[in-house]
Structures are given as structure tokens and as C-alpha cells.
């Protein structure tokens, strides 16, 4: 070809100008190494949402943080109770970073086994949620999500393992083709945060394995959740109102699952009632208080400040003088100012405090089933008095609720009056049945105990029965629908029975004088420092003929501490009087003493042996003389655990 001065290159099937081709590859070679510059430069990208106008996508991702905020409200709201539990030690203290009390206090997975899909949705969605706004957007706009889990939520574990799941979510190395491997990748650490802190403590091994199906479920929802969203957003562009629409959705889901399969009412009795239970509350049980009077003693302040009340020879008159003074405000519910009361001897205060949860879950909930056993509590706490006699003899702060109180008195009416089918209404009627006969009105107290008696029984049978039916599912087990378990039943059905017997026609002459002495002797109280002089002055009122004067007698004898002087009193008040209510319980009342004598005596001796076999005749000879007693089931039950010998 001639040469014309120009020097031709074929690029592709053109005939390009030397010069121009030079100019193409410089622009090419710049293009590569601005692109170069720039991936080193950059380790964060931005994601394919912000593609978008800058109005729209602040929008819908301020929509997103708006149900975020509202999935962080509930997630302490289904644990404590409470929107808003954030607590500044928890930023330090990796104790608090636990969830494995989330599994068990509260609404309990093994009571309520849709709490494992309703903490699976909340948890799920929280986690994959920032994680995901953090792979379409950029790490600085799931900032704010992080912050919600933390301060909102309650949440420190999940807020910093967030961070790592979303500046990897953010970050070019994971940047895949795939974003759901991307996703499932990044949610890893979440995974290590749930089986690490996730798992609850204290747990046989079947409950420990059970204690993570929360988070398995919250791991898979979270997953499902980023499958639609990035599923969807293949085919609309990524456009930025997905977010919040599909995170709304679980949100809706979640409320809806708890408050249908659950429901709030029922969070509130487990946090306010269920545990609360006077019968089991520390500040309730028997415990020495010696301890505590010896600080006093030794406290030079209270010494200088009692000094000038009393002047005590001695040590053992000054234990006695502070003992007395103690029991003294003790009557009026209190401790004296100058007391060194731990923290476990302020029942008051407790009382107080376990009071108003009560009445909270009765104000918020005044529909709910559980309100009777709400009612029930209140009244039993009402009930609970310090025994002084056991403070004066062993030193030992204890209480006794088997005696009616006037303080009680509205709140068992109220729970008879609401809810007399409730199993909780029986114990209302022996109350209420007690108060009535200490008025006279026996008949009436009759007429209430003949229905508890025969409520109780079949309520009895019906446990029976569903014991006898019901079948347990690994783990899980309901929650009971009463506070009355069988013992609770099996003790009151004796009361009522005791009770019924003694303000029966057998105790009545129809005299006015003889119906006001049984009135005042079925509401003595016998933990009270007067009672033995009232048994006294109702025993001098009496005449041979009287018949409640065995009962009387055998309330006294029941009062004589010493062993073999009660037990010879109890074996001859029982010959005087065989066909009496009160004769027969003194042969029952000897027999249980023996057994009594026989368990603390010592073992191999011959005084055991004497005391088995007394225990033994005497039980067998009250089975055989009342065969239809109230006590002989129970007679029989001691016989039978009886051994043949020593």
C-alpha cells in the first residue's frame, strides 16, 4: 500500500489512525489506575440502595429505624415488663450480657412453648436487620440501629457483635456475588453470641439443649428475613421502602403470636404474682435471729443509748431486757429503731413491696383468670404474724397464718364475693366460716363449710384425675392454673373438717352462755402471750356438764412442753372422755406424739425401741376404735411408714 504519512493499526474491523489509538489506550490506562486508586483507598462501600434520590431513601430508612425502635420497645417490654430497662452497669458487666434468663424468668419456654417463636421473631429480626441495612446502604446508616439495640433494647452483647456483622456486611472483601452468603457469613457472630451468652445456667441436660431454641429460630428467622428482602429486591433494584415493610411485617407477627398464644395479662402475672408467692418468699421463713442480737449487744452506741432505760446487772438480763423490748415491737409489726435488722429480717418492708405487685397485676389485669390467686396471696400475706413464743424460747423470727386476722378480712371477702368458683375461694370460706363463728353465727359457718368441704374434694378428685391423664412433653410442662396444689387442699380440707366438728351440735348445749364461751374459744388466737389465761377463765366458767370443756382441756395440755407429761395427760384425757370430739383427737394427738419421741430419740436404744412400739399400739388402737374419723387416713398413713423394728 502507498505510504500517504499516515501509519494505520487495525483495531478491530476499523482502520484506526495511529494517533488516535494512542489517545484510546492513555485514557483506558488512567481509567485503570484511577480504579486502582480508589479500591485501595476505599474498604467501605456503599450499597445499592443509595442509588436512589437522597429524599427517598432517608425516608423509608427512617421508616425501617422507626419499627426497629418499636421491635427494641417490645423485646423488654415480653421480659421485664417494661418499655424502657436500660441499665449502665450493663456495658461493663458481662453478666448482664446473658440472655439465658430471658429463657426461663418471666414467660418461661418450658411453660409457654410459643415464647421460643416469639423471641426467635423479635431476636431475628433485630439481628438481621441492622446487617442488612449495613450490606444495602453503608455501615454509617445502621449505626443508629445499633445504638437502638443498645440503649433501647437493653442489649449490650447484641449491639457489639452487631458491629462486627455489619462492618463485615459493609465492608468490599465481602462483597460477593451472592449477598445472602454474604449475609449468612456476617450473621456468624451472632451465631457465637447467642450459643455463648444465649445458653440459661442451672439446667438438667435435656432443659440446657432446650435453652437455645430461641436463638436457633432467631438465627433462621433472621435468615429468612434477609432471603425475601435481597429475593425481592433482585427484581425491584434494591429500591429502599423494603426494609421497613418486611421488618414491620415480623413485628406484627411477633405481637400478635404472644398476645393470642401468650398474652400480656399472662406476662404480667408471672412477672408480678407467680413468683411471689408468700408461702416461699425468704423473708418469710424461719431463721435464727441470734446472730443478730449479739451485734446489738455489742454495739457500744445501743448499749450507751438503752442504758438510759434500764440498768441490767449482768449479760443474760440484758439479752433478756433487749428480747423483751424486741417482742414488744414486734406485736406492733416492727423492729425497733435501734435493731441491727439485715436486710432478710425486713419482712415489713417486704410485705409492703410484694403488697403493691399484687395490686398492680390486679389494677392492669382486673379480667384476667389469675386475679383470684392475685387476691389469694394478698390475703395470705395479710395473714403472716411473727410466732413470739418461738422468738421467746429458741430466738427464731418465724411466722404462723393459720389464725384469721382482721387485716386479712376484706380481701377474702372480696375473693369470695368475685370469685367463689375459684379453688383459691376455698380457703376464703374457712376464713370467712372462722370469723362468722367467732360472731355466733354457726349455722351460717356450717352452711359455708359443708360447700368448701365438697368443693374441695371434688376439686381434689379433678387433680387426680389430670395427673393420671396428663402426659409430659420433654421439658415443657403447663403452668398451674391455681395457687391450691394438692397439699394446699388436703391441709385446708382438715381445717374445714376440724372446724365443722367443733362448732357442731356436739359442742352446743343451745345455752347463750355456752354459744358465747364456743364463739370467743373458736377465735383465740394460740400463739398470743395470753392465750393459756383465756383457756383458764373459759375453764372456770364451766361446769362438769359443759360440752366443750374437753376441747378446752385438751388446748391446754397441748400447751405443756415437756414430752411424757403431755403424753400422760393426752392418754387420760382420752379415757375420761372416749366419745368426745376432743377425746378422740387426744388418742390421735398420742400417737403422733410418740412417733414424735421415737424420731428424735436415740438411735439403738432401748427407750426407741419403747417409743416404736407405743407409737405403733396407740395408732393401731385410734384406727381401730374411729375407723370414720378425719384423722384415721392420716393415722393409717403414719402405721404404714411405721418399720416392724429397730
Same mark, same amino acid.
Given at each position: 500500500?502507498?505510504?500517504?504519512?499516515?501509519?494505520?493499526?487495525?483495531?478491530?474491523?476499523?482502520?484506526?489512525?495511529?494517533?488516535?489509538?494512542?489517545?484510546?489506550?492513555?485514557?483506558?490506562?488512567?481509567?485503570?489506575?484511577?480504579?486502582?486508586?480508589?479500591?485501595?483507598?476505599?474498604?467501605?462501600?456503599?450499597?445499592?440502595?443509595?442509588?436512589?434520590?437522597?429524599?427517598?431513601?432517608?425516608?423509608?430508612?427512617?421508616?425501617?429505624?422507626?419499627?426497629?425502635?418499636?421491635?427494641?420497645?417490645?423485646?423488654?417490654?415480653?421480659?421485664?415488663?417494661?418499655?424502657?430497662?436500660?441499665?449502665?452497669?450493663?456495658?461493663?458487666?458481662?453478666?448482664?450480657?446473658?440472655?439465658?434468663?430471658?429463657?426461663?424468668?418471666?414467660?418461661?419456654?418450658?411453660?409457654?412453648?410459643?415464647?421460643?417463636?416469639?423471641?426467635?421473631?423479635?431476636?431475628?429480626?433485630?439481628?438481621?436487620?441492622?446487617?442488612?441495612?449495613?450490606?444495602?446502604?453503608?455501615?454509617?446508616?445502621?449505626?443508629?440501629?445499633?445504638?437502638?439495640?443498645?440503649?433501647?433494647?437493653?442489649?449490650?452483647?447484641?449491639?457489639?457483635?452487631?458491629?462486627?456483622?455489619?462492618?463485615?456486611?459493609?465492608?468490599?472483601?465481602?462483597?460477593?456475588?451472592?449477598?445472602?452468603?454474604?449475609?449468612?457469613?456476617?450473621?456468624?457472630?451472632?451465631?457465637?453470641?447467642?450459643?455463648?451468652?444465649?445458653?440459661?445456667?442451672?439446667?438438667?441436660?435435656?432443659?440446657?439443649?432446650?435453652?437455645?431454641?430461641?436463638?436457633?429460630?432467631?438465627?433462621?428467622?433472621?435468615?429468612?428475613?434477609?432471603?425475601?428482602?435481597?429475593?425481592?429486591?433482585?427484581?425491584?433494584?434494591?429500591?429502599?421502602?423494603?426494609?421497613?415493610?418486611?421488618?414491620?411485617?415480623?413485628?406484627?407477627?411477633?405481637?400478635?403470636?404472644?398476645?393470642?398464644?401468650?398474652?400480656?395479662?399472662?406476662?404480667?402475672?408471672?412477672?408480678?404474682?407467680?413468683?411471689?408467692?408468700?408461702?416461699?418468699?425468704?423473708?418469710?421463713?424461719?431463721?435464727?435471729?441470734?446472730?443478730?442480737?449479739?451485734?446489738?449487744?455489742?454495739?457500744?452506741?445501743?448499749?450507751?443509748?438503752?442504758?438510759?432505760?434500764?440498768?441490767?446487772?449482768?449479760?443474760?438480763?440484758?439479752?433478756? !431486757?433487749?428480747? *423483751? +423490748?424486741? =417482742?414488744?415491737?414486734?406485736?406492733? @409489726?416492727?423492729? &425497733?429503731?435501734?435493731? /441491727? %435488722? #439485715?436486710?432478710?429480717?425486713?419482712?415489713?418492708?417486704?410485705?409492703?413491696?410484694?403488697?403493691?405487685?399484687?395490686?398492680?397485676?390486679?389494677?392492669?389485669?382486673?379480667?384476667?383468670?389469675?386475679?383470684?390467686?392475685?387476691?389469694?396471696?394478698?390475703?395470705?400475706?395479710?395473714?403472716?404474724?411473727?410466732?413470739? !413464743?418461738?422468738? *421467746? +424460747?429458741? =430466738?427464731?423470727?418465724?411466722?404462723? @397464718?393459720?389464725? &384469721?386476722?382482721?387485716? /386479712? %378480712? #376484706?380481701?377474702?371477702?372480696?375473693?369470695?364475693?368475685?370469685?367463689?368458683?375459684?379453688?383459691?375461694?376455698?380457703?376464703?370460706?374457712?376464713?370467712?366460716?372462722?370469723?362468722?363463728?367467732?360472731?355466733?353465727?354457726?349455722?351460717?359457718?356450717?352452711?359455708?363449710?359443708?360447700?368448701?368441704?365438697?368443693?374441695?374434694?371434688?376439686?381434689?378428685?379433678?387433680?387426680?384425675?389430670?395427673?393420671?391423664?396428663?402426659?409430659?412433653?420433654?421439658?415443657?410442662?403447663?403452668?398451674?392454673?391455681?395457687?391450691?396444689?394438692?397439699?394446699?387442699?388436703?391441709?385446708?380440707?382438715?381445717?374445714?373438717?376440724?372446724?365443722?366438728?367443733?362448732?357442731?351440735?356436739?359442742?352446743?348445749?343451745?345455752?347463750?352462755?355456752?354459744?358465747?364461751?364456743?364463739?370467743?374459744?373458736?377465735?383465740?388466737?394460740?400463739?398470743?402471750?395470753?392465750?393459756?389465761?383465756?383457756?383458764?377463765?373459759?375453764?372456770?366458767?364451766?361446769?362438769?356438764?359443759?360440752?366443750?370443756?374437753?376441747?378446752?382441756?385438751?388446748?391446754?395440755?397441748?400447751?405443756?412442753?415437756?414430752?411424757?407429761?403431755?403424753?400422760?395427760?393426752?392418754?387420760?384425757?382420752?379415757?375420761?372422755?372416749?366419745?368426745?370430739?376432743?377425746?378422740?383427737?387426744?388418742?390421735?394427738?398420742?400417737?403422733?406424739?410418740?412417733?414424735?419421741?421415737?424420731?428424735?430419740?436415740?438411735?439403738?436404744?432401748?427407750?426407741?425401741?419403747?417409743?416404736?412400739?407405743?407409737?405403733?399400739?396407740?395408732?393401731?388402737?385410734?384406727?381401730?376404735?374411729?375407723?370414720?374419723?378425719?384423722?384415721?387416713?392420716?393415722?393409717?398413713?403414719?402405721?404404714?411408714?411405721?418399720?416392724?423394728?429397730?
Amino acid at each position: 500500500m502507498h505510504n500517504s504519512g499516515l501509519n494505520l493499526v487495525i483495531f478491530g474491523p476499523e482502520l484506526v489512525n495511529t494517533g488516535t489509538f494512542l489517545q484510546i489506550m492513555a485514557k483506558n490506562n488512567n481509567k485503570n489506575t484511577t480504579g486502582t486508586r480508589a479500591s485501595q483507598k476505599s474498604f467501605m462501600t456503599a450499597g445499592p440502595t443509595l442509588h436512589y434520590s437522597h429524599a427517598n431513601v432517608v425516608s423509608c430508612w427512617l421508616l425501617a429505624l422507626a419499627v426497629y425502635i418499636l421491635h427494641c420497645l417490645f423485646w423488654p417490654k415480653i421480659v421485664t415488663g417494661e418499655f424502657l430497662s436500660f441499665r449502665w452497669e450493663s456495658l461493663t458487666d458481662p453478666v448482664l450480657w446473658q440472655l439465658g434468663q430471658v429463657v426461663t424468668d418471666g414467660v418461661s419456654i418450658f411453660e409457654y412453648p410459643w415464647q421460643i417463636v416469639v423471641l426467635g421473631l423479635m431476636m431475628g429480626s433485630m439481628a438481621a436487620a441492622p446487617v442488612l441495612i449495613s450490606q444495602l446502604m453503608s455501615f454509617r446508616y445502621s449505626v443508629p440501629f445499633i445504638a437502638v439495640a443498645l440503649f433501647v433494647a437493653n442489649l449490650p452483647g447484641l449491639a457489639a457483635f452487631l458491629i462486627i456483622s455489619c462492618v463485615g456486611a459493609a465492608c468490599r472483601p465481602l462483597r460477593f456475588r451472592s449477598r445472602f452468603i454474604a449475609i449468612v457469613l456476617c450473621t456468624l457472630p451472632l451465631v457465637v453470641y447467642w450459643f455463648y451468652f444465649g445458653v440459661a445456667r442451672g439446667l438438667d441436660p435435656i432443659q440446657w439443649g432446650f435453652s437455645v431454641m430461641p436463638w436457633i429460630a432467631a438465627w433462621l428467622i433472621g435468615l429468612s428475613l434477609a432471603a425475601a428482602v435481597l429475593g425481592i429486591g433482585h427484581f425491584t433494584r434494591y429500591k429502599p421502602g423494603l426494609m421497613w415493610i418486611a421488618t414491620g411485617v415480623l413485628l406484627v407477627l411477633s405481637l400478635i403470636t404472644f398476645e393470642h398464644r401468650i398474652g400480656f395479662a399472662e406476662l404480667d402475672y408471672q412477672l408480678y404474682v407467680a413468683d411471689n408467692d408468700p408461702e416461699t418468699v425468704p423473708h418469710f421463713q424461719s431463721r435464727s435471729i441470734s446472730e443478730a442480737i449479739d451485734e446489738t449487744l455489742a454495739d457500744p452506741a445501743v448499749r450507751q443509748y438503752l442504758q438510759g432505760f434500764f440498768y441490767p446487772a449482768d449479760e443474760i438480763r440484758w439479752r433478756q !431486757e433487749i428480747k *423483751r +423490748r424486741i =417482742e414488744n415491737q414486734l406485736t406492733r @409489726d416492727r423492729w &425497733p429503731s435501734w435493731f /441491727a %435488722a #439485715e436486710e432478710h429480717f425486713k419482712y415489713q418492708q417486704k410485705r409492703l413491696k410484694l403488697q403493691d405487685q399484687y395490686d398492680k397485676f390486679i389494677r392492669r389485669r382486673p379480667n384476667s383468670p389469675r386475679v383470684p390467686i392475685a387476691l389469694y396471696y394478698k390475703a395470705m400475706l395479710l395473714e403472716y404474724s411473727p410466732n413470739l !413464743e418461738m422468738f *421467746r +424460747r429458741a =430466738e427464731i423470727l418465724s411466722f404462723y @397464718d393459720d389464725h &384469721p386476722r382482721e387485716q /386479712a %378480712a #376484706e380481701v377474702w371477702y372480696r375473693l369470695y364475693n368475685r370469685f367463689s368458683d375459684s379453688p383459691e375461694s376455698f380457703e376464703a370460706r374457712w376464713r370467712i366460716a372462722k370469723h362468722w363463728s367467732g360472731a355466733g353465727r354457726f349455722e351460717h359457718a356450717l352452711t359455708l363449710l359443708a360447700s368448701a368441704e365438697s368443693m374441695i374434694m371434688e376439686r381434689l378428685d379433678f387433680l387426680e384425675n389430670q395427673a393420671e391423664r396428663a402426659s409430659a412433653i420433654g421439658p415443657f410442662r403447663k403452668p398451674p392454673e391455681s395457687a391450691m396444689t394438692r397439699r394446699k387442699l388436703t391441709d385446708l380440707l382438715g381445717r374445714v373438717r376440724e372446724l365443722q366438728i367443733l362448732i357442731s351440735g356436739e359442742n352446743r348445749d343451745g345455752s347463750e352462755e355456752n354459744a358465747a364461751r364456743l364463739a370467743e374459744f373458736v377465735m383465740l388466737n394460740p400463739y398470743s402471750r395470753d392465750y393459756p389465761d383465756h383457756l383458764e377463765r373459759l375453764l372456770e366458767q364451766m361446769d362438769e356438764e359443759d360440752p366443750m370443756k374437753d376441747n378446752v382441756l385438751l388446748a391446754q395440755i397441748q400447751l405443756i412442753e415437756d414430752a411424757d407429761t403431755r403424753a400422760e395427760k393426752l392418754r387420760q384425757l382420752h379415757r375420761d372422755y372416749q366419745d368426745t370430739d376432743a377425746g378422740r383427737k387426744a388418742l390421735y394427738e398420742l400417737g403422733r406424739l410418740r412417733v414424735r419421741m421415737w424420731q428424735l430419740s436415740e438411735s439403738g436404744s432401748d427407750e426407741r425401741q419403747e417409743y416404736l412400739e407405743s407409737a405403733r399400739a396407740t395408732l393401731t388402737s385410734f384406727t381401730t376404735l374411729y375407723p370414720n374419723s378425719i384423722y384415721a387416713e392420716d393415722a393409717e398413713m403414719k402405721l404404714y411408714q411405721l418399720p416392724d423394728a429397730e
